[in-house]
């Protein structure tokens, strides 16, 4: 079983795009890894075939984006009765976690589907993450309670602030973190770089981070950027 590492009492997430980053993850002190597919598109649900695979290669958890397209995160009945499925199918190929979010048109949280999905999860044992879609939502402490009483066990959130500049939702990030943080996990992510990781975790006090590490590849896909991630995790070990 997967204990984990903690670097500085901090719990590193690294968001991941395709298999052999991920592979190339795992070889560093990590402690979960999100898993996609088309990063370039913000993430989308990776394969089954590639989920099955990393669990027998690798040890560090895997929690799998769910989410079939790009754009909104407001879905017609069809590709939410879809997204069901998927992340069945994910959780029975080996899934730690699934990392999804659904919103109604005027951007509040859309509890009945977030409720049934949660509940879908729980009922493998797996963690039910709310993604980034909640710093779409107009009321952050409203929301958090809501997500709460979902079941919803971790959100990934930059506290509402507008990508790349996660500083400025840190105070808020610290402030549910203060308010909620026995009964719901919230993990910064959302531009957090190597120049700015030490003030992300110090000021929202989260004990907890989720970064990319990523570059343009050659093949015009995002990949892993290995020296980024060496010196981001220098950031963490230094502090």
Same mark, same amino acid.
């Given at each position: 079983?997967?204990?984990?590492?903690?670097? /500085?009492?901090?719990?590193?997430?690294?968001?991941?795009?395709?298999?052999?980053?991920?592979?190339?993850?795992?070889?560093?002190?990590?402690?979960?890894?999100?898993?996609?597919?088309?990063?370039?598109?913000?993430?989308?649900?990776?394969?089954?075939?590639?989920? =099955?695979?990393?669990?027998?290669?690798?040890?560090?958890?895997?929690?799998?984006?769910? %989410?079939?397209?790009?754009?909104?995160?407001?879905?017609?009945?069809?590709?939410?009765?879809?997204?069901? @499925?998927?992340?069945?199918?994910?959780?029975?190929?080996?899934?730690?976690?699934?990392?999804?979010?659904?919103?109604?048109?005027? =951007?509040?949280? /859309?509890?009945? =589907?977030?409720?049934?999905?949660?509940?879908?999860?729980?009922?493998?044992?797996?963690?039910?993450?709310? !993604?980034?879609?909640?710093?779409?939502?107009?009321?952050?402490?409203?929301?958090?309670?809501?997500?709460?009483?979902?079941?919803?066990? =971790?959100?990934?959130?930059?506290?509402?602030?507008?990508?790349?500049?996660?500083?400025?939702?840190?105070?808020?990030? !610290?402030?549910?973190?203060?308010?909620?943080?026995?009964? *719901?996990?919230?993990?910064?992510?959302?531009?957090? %770089?190597?120049? /700015?990781?030490?003030?992300?975790?110090?000021?929202?006090?989260?004990?907890?981070?989720?970064?990319?590490? @990523? %570059?343009?590849?050659?093949?015009?896909?995002?990949?892993?950027?290995?020296?980024?991630?060496?010196?981001?995790?220098?950031? *963490?070990?230094?502090?």
């Amino acid at each position: 079983m997967y204990n984990g590492i903690m670097i /500085n009492g901090t719990l590193i997430e690294i968001c991941i795009g395709n298999i052999q980053d991920a592979i190339k993850a795992a070889s560093y002190p990590i402690d979960r890894i999100e898993l996609n597919s088309a990063l370039e598109l913000g993430g989308l649900s990776p394969s089954l075939e590639t989920i =099955r695979s990393l669990k027998e290669m690798i040890e560090v958890p895997l929690c799998c984006m769910c %989410r079939p397209r790009g754009g909104d995160f407001c879905y017609s009945e069809v590709e939410y009765q879809t997204m069901l @499925k998927d992340a069945e199918g994910m959780l029975k190929a080996g899934a730690d976690g699934i990392v999804f979010g659904f919103l109604n048109a005027d =951007r509040t949280i /859309n509890l009945k =589907r977030t409720g049934m999905m949660s509940d879908l999860i729980h009922s493998y044992h797996k963690e039910a993450v709310f !993604h980034k879609a909640f710093d779409e939502t107009d009321d952050p402490d409203r929301s958090v309670k809501e997500l709460i009483s979902c079941g919803i066990d =971790r959100i990934l959130t930059s506290g509402k602030a507008v990508y790349p500049d996660i500083l400025k939702g840190c105070e808020i990030l !610290h402030d549910l973190h203060e308010k909620y943080h026995d009964r *719901i996990s919230l993990l910064p992510g959302g531009g957090v %770089r190597i120049e /700015n990781i030490q003030d992300v975790l110090r000021i929202s006090e989260c004990g907890q981070v989720h970064m990319t590490s @990523k %570059r343009q590849a050659e093949g015009g896909f995002l990949e892993l950027d290995e020296v980024q991630l060496k010196e981001m995790l220098k950031r *963490i070990e230094t502090m």
